[in-house]
């Protein structure tokens, strides 16, 4: 399974950036998919979540209202579109693949760089 997530990028705080994930590898569509991050100094977190289908998504607090998941199965990708972007969302994003059945994440993207400059 691979996972390539790209656009990250260097952005002043307020604004947006969309991040795509592309997966190839096992039948997408059978698979919820997230996003987590990694800022400088701090453990990888949550940041977003779709079931499988996509009729559910799930989101930390800390971007709840600011971010948003999608998929789409036909193009095998899952994107996470972020506005309001703040500095404290500087980190690396990563995109996962889940393990079907639980909240663990068996498979993990290269990670994209965004920067929130204040």
């Known amino acids: 399974v691979q996972l390539q997530a790209s656009g990250g990028g260097l952005v002043q705080a307020g604004g947006s950036l969309r991040l795509p994930c592309a997966a190839s590898?096992?039948?997408?569509?059978?698979?919820?998919m997230g996003w987590f991050r990694q800022a400088p100094g701090k453990e990888r977190e949550f940041v977003a979540a779709?079931?499988?289908?996509?009729?559910?998504?799930y989101y930390a607090d800390s971007v709840k209202g600011r971010f948003t998941i999608s998929r789409d199965n036909a193009k095998n990708t899952v994107c996470l579109q972020m506005n309001g972007l703040k500095p404290e969302d500087t980190a690396v994003y990563y995109c996962?693949?889940?393990?079907?059945?639980?909240?663990?994440?068996?498979?993990w993207g290269q990670g994209t760089r965004v920067t929130v400059s204040s």
């Open positions: 779709i079931s499988y289908r996509g009729g559910s998504t």
């Open positions: 590898g096992r039948t997408f569509s059978n698979y919820a």
């Open positions: 996962a693949s889940g393990v079907r059945g639980s909240d663990e994440y068996d498979y």
